[in-house]
């Protein structure tokens, strides 16, 4: 495979992210990188794609900031560029909580490695999950909490209606690592004094340990949807019910409704979701 998907993010004071923004719409375009960048006082979430080689010399270049020296990476291999277009821009979040939350008293990092160790000894550690709803479907770890939730602005809320245990370890993940940060760091500042992230979230552990206690599969935002990991699919196509976790948008713009659906039936459909969006008047096109 000669492209490479990666994500990364740091929270970190920026004091002109307007700058920043400039300066790396630069090199992304001089390196003919696709994909989609938010930046912030309070610091940088990146999902990019481009050849092998130029995500190379795109990672040196950004670690040659010292804010940014200690920046670890997500990555996988693919086949071609994973997003369409570049998107960068400045926000006010770089992931959206609604929520003040302080990262000088940040959670605890536990590895991909002692998650494992933990999950294999049965110990008696709480796993919380602070994706989507829409995420969760396609695959988890097994026996972890979940919320209802289908932006991540609703996690305070949501967090609040069940009864957690302030005496045991709970490890929050997500996708890389930017939500769980925030969550439990936000936990943590409301008395819970053993709560743990895991490092480079649920794609991370994938990486290394590959169909051990996470079932299914992980929703990714870049065009893709899914990553390429080799795993048994615990959802089914939502028009044939065959097995399937292949989840798209629904190509009628005015629905874009995301749900699961196997190649026949995105062949025979188009890519829609039903017959009545197929006959919709505006649709993405194929």
């Known amino acids: 495979m000669d492209y490479k998907t990666i994500s990364l993010y740091k929270y970190v004071s920026i004091e002109e992210p307007e700058a920043l923004r400039e300066k790396l719409r630069n090199y992304y375009e001089s390196l003919e990188i696709l994909g989609r960048v938010l930046i912030g006082k309070e610091g940088i979430n990146a999902a990019i794609s481009g050849k092998k080689e130029n995500i190379e010399r795109f990672k040196q270049l950004l670690k040659n900031d010292k804010r940014f020296a200690d920046l670890t990476f997500r990555e996988l291999e693919a086949e071609k560029n994973t997003y369409h277009k570049l998107v960068v821009r400045v926000r006010k979040e770089i992931v959206v909580f609604g929520k003040k939350v302080n990262f000088k008293h940040k959670a605890p990092y536990i590895t991909p490695k002692k998650l494992k160790l933990l999950l294999d000894k049965k110990t008696d550690t709480i796993l919380l999950d602070t994706r989507n709803a829409y995420e969760v479907k ?14 991540f602005r609703e996690f ?29 760091t ?14 480079g979230g649920i794609l991370q552990y994938m990486n290394e340990f590959p169909n051990t206690h996470f079932e299914g599969n992980c929703f990714v935002f870049d065009d893709s949807l899914t990553p390429t990991f080799k795993v048994n699919p615990i959802t089914n196509c939502e028009i044939c019910h065959t097995t399937s976790d292949l989840m798209i948008n629904c190509h009628n713009l005015d629905c874009d409704k995301l749900f699961i659906c196997c190649p026949s039936c995105q062949t025979r459909t188009k890519r829609h979701c039903s017959e009545i969006c197929q006959k919709a008047p505006r649709h993405r096109p194929n």
């Open 156 to 184: 305070p809320d949501a967090i609040k209606k069940i009864r957690l245990p302030k005496d045991k370890p709970i490890i929050f993940y997500c996708t890389g690592g930017i939500r769980c940060e925030k969550a439990a």
């Open 186 to 199: 936000y936990l943590k500042e409301r008395g819970f004094k053993n709560v743990y992230q895991l490092k």
């Open 138 to 151: 396609l695959g988890k770890f097994k026996d972890a909490i979940t919320l209802p939730i289908e932006t």
